[in-house]
């Protein structure tokens, strides 16, 4: 059974429920400074599938997209990739991240979970290469890609 310990959870409101929450779609986020890539996933299949990559550097347009995959999707958890150098140690753009955690936590009233990150865009840049992308054709998939590998990290984990 999951629970609230997988990854770090930030939940101001309580809601997290784990019998909800395991019943539910997903959002993961692959959060950059300039691109977020973002991946969906059912608890019940336990399956990532790359989404949206959100290319802007505004945190208005970013979280207007974000807000239309979160009506669209009706996610009750929402997963961030921890970005953290390969010794584990934190880094500027780990507070970024969290940051950027705690505002979808306080925006959508859904519970946050962090999950470590590092290796995803390499894992994703090896299975862009198997399926045949190669090269500067990445870019425009990497990020949901890494997304997909976050979240998938957190499904292999229940």
Request: glycine share 6%.
């Amino acid at each position: 059974m999951a629970t609230a310990t997988h990854g770090q959870l930030i939940d101001n409101e309580n809601v997290y429920d784990a019998k909800v929450v395991l019943a539910s779609t997903v959002l993961c986020f692959d959060f950059g400074e300039q691109r977020i890539g973002v991946a969906v996933g059912e608890h019940l299949l336990a399956t990532a599938n790359p989404l949206v990559t959100i290319d802007n550097e505004s945190n208005e347009i970013r979280f207007e997209a974000i807000s239309k995959l979160v009506k669209e999707w009706q996610p009750k958890l929402l997963i961030v990739g921890l970005p953290l150098s390969l010794d584990g140690a934190e880094t500027s753009v780990t507070q970024l991240c969290k940051k950027f955690a705690r505002r979808l936590n306080g925006r959508f009233n859904l519970p946050v979970m962090l999950i470590d990150e590092r290796y995803s865009s390499v894992e994703a840049s090896d299975l862009l290469n198997q399926s045949g992308i190669k090269g500067r054709a990445q870019k425009e998939m990497l990020d949901q890609v890494a997304a997909q590998t976050i979240l998938q990290s957190y499904f292999n984990g229940l």
